[in-house]
Every structure is written in C-alpha cells, then in structure tokens.
C-alpha cells in the first residue's frame, strides 16, 4: 500500500528497489495522486533531503504547469519538458522522469573525431535532443540520431561551414565577414546571424529549412535545374522545402491574416507590474493576453492555433518574456517567431 511514509522515504532515496518500482509504478497511474501526498511547501521541506543533484534540477522557485483538457504537463523553469503529457512539479521522480522527458537545456555531447582528416564530428547516438557550442559561440540543439561535423580550423576559415546529416536547430552567433553555411544533402542554406531549424533525414524524401529570427538564403548544391522561389531568401516563419524525389522546391509562406495582437489598447498608462503572478488553468490565449500587457509586447497569434490549450504556472518579475514563451511553446507544439517589431506564435 502507497502511504504518506512510503512516499516520504522515496522522495529521500531510502526505498528498497521493490518500494521504489511500487511508487514510480503507482505514480504512472494516479499522476494527480501526489498532491494529496505533499502540499507545495512540504514538498520545498523534502527538496532539502533530497539525494545531492535531484534538488537542482527539480526544484526551483517558479513552477510552471501546462495542461490540455485531461492531460496535466508541470514544468520548472529551464528544467524539464515532457515527451508525452505529464511532468509532475516540486520534486524529482528518479529514472521515472529520465526516460519521459526531453531537457530543455540538454548537455553538450562528447566530440568524436572524424575519420576525415581535418573534420569534426558531432553524432548524437542517443534518444534525445542535445547541445553543442561551436568555436565561434553558435549553438546547435542536435535531434536525435543527428550527427553535424565541421572543419578542425573552423574558427579561422572565410567561411563557417556545418554538415548536417538529420535534424538539427541553430542558434548563429552574428559574423559580417564570415557567412555560416549549413550544407543538409542538395541544399545549402547561408545565414549570417539567426535562428533556425533545418531537417533532413535519411528515409524522408524533403529537406525543410524553417526560419524563426533574422533571415537565412536557401542555395543548391550542384543542381541548377530546380528552380528556387524568391531566390531561396527567407523570412522568419518561412519554411522552405525541396523534395530529394521530385527536385522541386516551394516556400510555405504562413498567412497573418488570421493573427489576432494580444493584450489591450485600452490601457492608458504602464501597468502595475507585481513581484509575481501566477495562472491558475487558465486558456493559453488569456496567458498570452497578460503577457503582453505585463511586458507591453506586441504579440500576436493564430487563436486557432491555442483552442483547448491550458496554463498553470508561477512567474517571477525577473524572468524574461522570451523564456516564458519559449517554454509555454516547448510544452505546446508552438513555435515562437520573432521579428524586429514583433513577436508572432503559431504552429
């Protein structure tokens, strides 16, 4: 039987294995359980006992909650996203958690070194999305069973040069002299400071490149018969796509016709702006609504794109409106398109 001693011990690491797989297993069956077990400050009480390591990265002073309709998904912070639907927040669930969740902010991998001389290697064998930092500062959140390699000598050649062989996206760090070149099979796309996503998996027939922030080019690689709309010159929200089968190309160009900006005209001076706030199930498009008018952003969004989404969550003052929307859209399937003036956030 699952009682409150039971479940203290687990929260301490001082079950046997056999209590431990009765817990996680209980756990997985009655998500909601839990919080007949510890109230929000018990559980802060336990993050003190806690195994050294488990406290930092479950526990946290903002708790963040997503759910839709039934399904419940708790998020902390630049902690842990789900890979279905439920994260239980305040405190860690060991290896029941490790195999469900995707980090958001996942470690850097280990270099491999490439048989080809002068090349590195980045090859990401595992199930989930990890980091990398290259010499020049740019990041890359490598997909799953993704692999990137570069030159040896990348920080001092004329151009940055990437390969790319899976999904991958791409965080550039700005160079007027050195354009960075991310080479994905046929295509290559040219991008001198920006964020995008390029896919381009083995057993797919299209390679999509999708621009979030400033502006990318699309190019050929050895093919001049396929013709490249707008020149393959991209603007964030853009997807551009090639079929490997068909050698076409097309640009999927989302419409802002039925963008609706978030937050109130009617607001004659700044708002107050509290310590801290907290959503307590509310409609995702109320949460975006708030949120602009907390920050005075312009945002806007699609309301089809947020029907029967949920928000439960605490923010502070200091944290900043791009983290919030980044994990809201994590959590979400949405993506976060940002332009000098505006901040849009559709499928």
């Not at 301490?12 to 400050?41: G, H, Q, W, Y």
């Not at 700005?174 to 920006?194: E, L, Q, Y």
Request: charged share 25%; proline share 4%; with cysteine.
């Amino acid at each position: 039987m699952i009682d409150q001693v039971l479940m203290e011990r687990f929260f301490r690491n001082e079950c046997t294995a056999e209590e431990k797989a009765a817990v996680i297993k209980f756990l997985d069956e009655n998500p909601d359980a839990i919080d007949l077990f510890l109230s929000e400050s018990e559980s802060y009480e336990i993050a003190g006992k806690l195994m050294p390591g488990i406290s930092q990265q479950w526990l946290g002073k903002i708790h963040r909650e997503a759910f839709e309709k039934a399904s419940v998904v708790r998020l902390f912070r630049r902690l842990s996203v789900a890979a279905a639907v439920v994260i239980i927040a305040g405190f860690a669930i060991f290896k029941w958690q490790q195999e469900r969740i995707k980090s958001i902010n996942p470690p850097v991998i280990a270099v491999k070194e490439s048989s080809q001389p002068g090349m590195v290697t980045y090859n990401n064998s595992t199930s989930k999305e990890e980091n990398i930092i290259l010499p020049d500062g740019s990041s890359i959140r490598l997909a799953a069973y993704s692999s990137v390699k570069y030159s040896s000598q990348f920080k001092q050649d004329r151009e940055r040069i990437v390969y790319l062989d899976g999904q991958a996206f791409f965080d550039v760090k700005h160079d007027k002299a050195r354009a960075f070149i991310v080479n994905a099979g046929d295509i290559a796309t040219i991008d001198i400071g920006t964020t995008f996503r390029i896919s381009n998996r083995k057993g797919e027939d299209n390679i999509r490149v999708r621009l979030f922030t400033g502006e990318v080019q699309v190019k050929l690689n050895g093919n001049n018969k396929v013709v490249i709309p707008n020149k393959g010159l991209l603007s964030p929200g853009d997807e551009f796509v090639y079929s490997k089968k068909l050698l076409t190309a097309y640009i999927n160009r989302p419409s802002n016709k039925l963008l609706v900006k978030a937050g109130s005209s009617k607001l004659s001076g700044p708002p107050a702006r509290p310590d801290w706030f907290k959503f307590n199930g509310q409609p995702l498009s109320e949460v975006i609504e708030q949120l602009a008018n907390y920050y005075q952003a312009e945002i806007y969004y699609n309301p089809a794109d947020l029907k029967d989404k949920y928000f439960t969550g605490k923010f502070d003052r200091t944290d900043s409106l791009e983290r919030m929307l980044d994990d809201i859209a994590s959590l979400n399937d949405l993506s976060v398109i940002k332009t000098k003036n505006k901040i849009i956030i559709r499928k």
